[in-house]
């Protein structure tokens, strides 16, 4: 069976700092993995996708995750982080007709 | 046209009511989800609908029914909630029922049953 692990409930960076938000998966199959970005009160934003084809997965608003089968991860990347991209960010990874969906992490950006 | 459109933004409702959520996508997507979201949780799965069949039922209480009357619309039409029902109820679509296909998310309804 699939499951997503996402490393800190909570992550603060300094504005302009390097984000990165971690994720492990398991799957029994080759994963198709996701991550998605929340604001408050929004619905989910995907912000990219990794299909079995390259391995870094550029998305929007500068993120970018590199697959790595070596080590079951999925981690989310952002070289500079500005105040807007805070937000709970969720990776996913597909079981079929559903997303199994790591527990979140929240962003916070420190001015 | 490339959103999930749902309303009410916001609803509150007593626990007799009746009460129906509404979700439109014209982007040409056959599978639409519906999901619930707790505070500070990921998305709950409750319902699939493949091709306008529903198509996975998450073992949703029956207080809970979807409809889905053409490929562009779903709805969630709600009876006799209880409170613990509150919770932000989020639309999806995809192009297809699959694991490959990344899901178009609607803003949400923020039900409070009260």
């Known amino acids: 069976a699939q499951s997503v692990t996402q490393l800190g409930s909570h992550v603060s960076v300094s504005e302009g700092a390097l984000v990165l938000l971690r994720c492990n998966y398991s799957s029994s199959v080759p994963p198709y993995l996701f991550w998605y970005v929340q604001y408050p009160n929004q619905g989910l934003q995907l912000l990219l996708k990794y299909t079995s084809a390259a391995t870094l997965v550029k998305g929007i608003n500068g993120f970018e995750a590199e697959f790595k089968k070596s080590e079951t991860s999925f981690h989310l990347t952002k070289p500079s982080a500005h105040m807007s991209d805070a937000a709970e960010y969720f990776c996913a990874v597909s079981d079929y007709y559903q997303l199994i969906w790591g527990a979140g992490t929240k962003l916070i950006i420190k001015p | 046209d490339t959103e999930v459109t749902q309303t009410p933004k916001h609803l509150v409702m007593g626990m007799t009511n009746k009460k129906s959520l509404k979700c439109e996508q014209h982007?040409?997507?056959?599978?639409m989800y519906w999901y619930k979201q707790k505070a500070k949780k990921p998305p709950e799965l409750m319902f699939v609908y493949s091709y306008e069949k529903l198509s996975i039922n998450e073992s949703v209480p029956s207080r809970f029914s979807p409809e889905c009357p053409n490929s562009s619309l779903l709805n969630l039409h709600l009876h006799a909630l209880q409170p613990e029902d509150s919770a932000l109820y989020l639309c999806a679509s995809s192009q297809e029922e699959g694991r490959d296909y990344g899901y178009t998310f609607g803003s949400g309804t923020r039900l409070t049953v009260v």
């Open positions: 982007m040409g997507h056959r599978a």
